[in-house]
């Protein structure tokens, strides 16, 4: 299996872009509202109310974390994570950018949370983005088979 990261090696907070072609194809989408929102408050516990990343306390998002297999194009859900909303919008900044175009959110604090979680200058920032787009346009030109790790058992317990 050929899963490619991104050069992230010392850094507590990465950026982990979804290929298009998998994006809607999430545990959140597939399981019942009720179910979903069971799961993340499991999850939020599980990491004591705090963000799995950088300690911080407050409204938390449940991210699902992917594994790829590059080869045979397979996304495979390793495990669910409770981020706060900054470490969140960091792993998906795409679509971070984009809500910064449309006015709903400072890119410019995303970025510099991304600085002080990992104690690192903006050009690793740079590297490390430009690195997994770099990744993110490869795979978004495959189709992938999507995992949720359902079968045959209860939905994914956090990590």
Known sequence: MATRKTGDAGLRLTIE?????????????????PAWDALRRRVYASFGHRCAI??????????EV????????????DGLLALCELCHHVKH?????????????????VVAHFLRVNGCDRAT???HRAEAFAIFAARSRHEWQTDLGLTGHAPLEPE
């Open 54 to 63: 950088c300690g911080a306390s407050g409204r938390l998002h449940c991210h």
């Open 93 to 109: 900044i795409g679509h971070a950018r984009l809500l910064a175009d449309q006015g709903k959110l400072d890119y410019e604090r």
């Open 125 to 127: 920032f740079a590297r």
């Open 66 to 77: 992917w594994r790829y297999d590059d080869s045979a194009h397979i996304q495979t859900l």
């Open 17 to 33: 872009l979804v290929p298009a072609t998998c994006w809607q194809a999430n545990l959140r989408d597939v399981l019942p509202r």
